[in-house]
């Protein structure tokens, strides 16, 4: 089946480690976005990618790094230098152009212990 | 600015009711495109409906239905006859250019719509 997987669903971490999140689809969709979702609030955008090795910030990309080296994967690394890294991630991807929707996948939720 | 609005943070009705979700967008792009998703519980989105600022139609999917204002900058999303299984958070989008034709969306804050038996 087509679609994106996230994994794992639920990760937790101590204080200070690097963690990252693994984002894959099968869609044959050039652009892919990471989002992170806090309770009661809507997406903010981390980071995004239109094409492989290639990325850019979003609205709130510090402490957060991405790479893009295949098409199929966009793995988001949470740094020790995210203040509050505890939320909810969710990971999409679509083809390019401004009308297309964002398909997404499950999400993982972090926690920082 | 560019941004979406959800007034409604929280809404509750009961099965059978019809109910509106209210989305409020501001931009300063004459080409644009809004989106609605629902978030159920498991808490992935599911895409709903795109809209370009060039068709006002109104549209209808089963108990969905969609009403665009160009002139109020409204993109409004009505459930027809709710049931339990709509109980979900809905996100309004809004298509934007960043910049060297990339394109982000931003989110309003989300409705929850919880609907009781």
């Known amino acids: 089946d087509g679609g994106i997987t996230q994994s794992p669903k639920y990760l937790f971490r101590k204080e200070g480690q690097n963690v990252t999140l693994s984002c894959e689809q099968n869609?044959?969709?050039?652009?892919m976005y990471w989002y992170r979702q806090d309770p009661g609030q809507g997406l903010r955008l981390i980071y995004y990618?239109?094409?492989?090795?290639?990325?850019q910030k979003g609205d709130i990309a510090e402490g957060y790094s991405v790479s893009r080296e295949k098409k199929e994967s966009f793995p988001l690394t949470v740094t020790s230098a995210q203040k509050n890294p505890t939320a909810f991630y969710l990971c999409?991807?679509?083809?390019?152009?401004?009308?297309?929707?964002?398909?997404f996948g499950p999400g993982t939720r972090l926690t920082v212990l | 600015a560019q941004k979406v609005t959800q007034a409604q943070t929280e809404i509750s009705v009961v099965e059978k009711e019809d109910v509106t979700l209210d989305c409020v967008y501001e931009?300063?792009?004459?080409?644009?495109?809004l989106f609605w998703y629902k978030q159920p519980p498991s808490g992935e989105l599911v895409f709903l409906i795109r809209?370009?600022?060039?068709?006002?139609q109104n549209e209808i999917s089963g108990r969905y239905s969609w009403n665009f204002q160009k002139s109020t900058s409204s993109f409004n999303f009505t459930i027809t006859a709710s049931q339990v299984v709509d109980s979900a958070v809905y996100f309004c989008?809004?298509?934007?250019?960043?910049?060297?034709?990339?394109?982000?969306?931003?989110f309003g804050s989300g409705t929850r719509l919880l609907v009781r038996p």
């Open positions: 999409a991807s679509s083809t390019t152009g401004p009308y297309n929707e964002q398909f």
């Open positions: 869609l044959n969709h050039d652009a």
């Open positions: 990618s239109q094409i492989v090795n290639d990325f």
């Open positions: 931009t300063r792009d004459t080409t644009y495109y």
């Open positions: 809209r370009n600022s060039f068709d006002e």
């Open positions: 989008a809004l298509s934007v250019v960043v910049m060297d034709s990339s394109y982000k969306l931003i």
